[in-house]
């Protein structure tokens, strides 16, 4: 699963093509695309739904 910051394609679940910093300069966001079916899902993200899934696993 190739990690880019290329502005082609927005993360599925939150939609952004970049991220803004406190200050509102703008930076490339990485994405991860799968090869199998083409999902787009940025590393934001991917760290969010593996920070709930710990938190469940501990409930």
């Keep these: 699963m190739p990690v880019s ?3 082609a394609y927005a993360c599925e679940y939150c939609g ?3 991220r803004r910093s406190f200050l ?3 930076r490339p966001l990485l ?5 199998q079916f083409g ?3 940025c590393v ?3 760290d969010r739904a593996g920070d709930l ?7």
Excluded: D, K, P, Q
Excluded at 31 to 35: E, Q
Excluded at 53 to 59: A, G, K, T, V
């Design 5 to 7: 910051s290329s502005g």
């Design 16 to 18: 952004r093509h970049e």
């Design 24 to 26: 509102g300069f703008r």
């Design 31 to 35: 994405r991860m695309t799968t090869s």
């Design 39 to 41: 999902a787009v899902i």
């Design 44 to 46: 934001e993200c991917l």
């Design 53 to 59: 899934l710990n938190r469940s696993y501990r409930h």
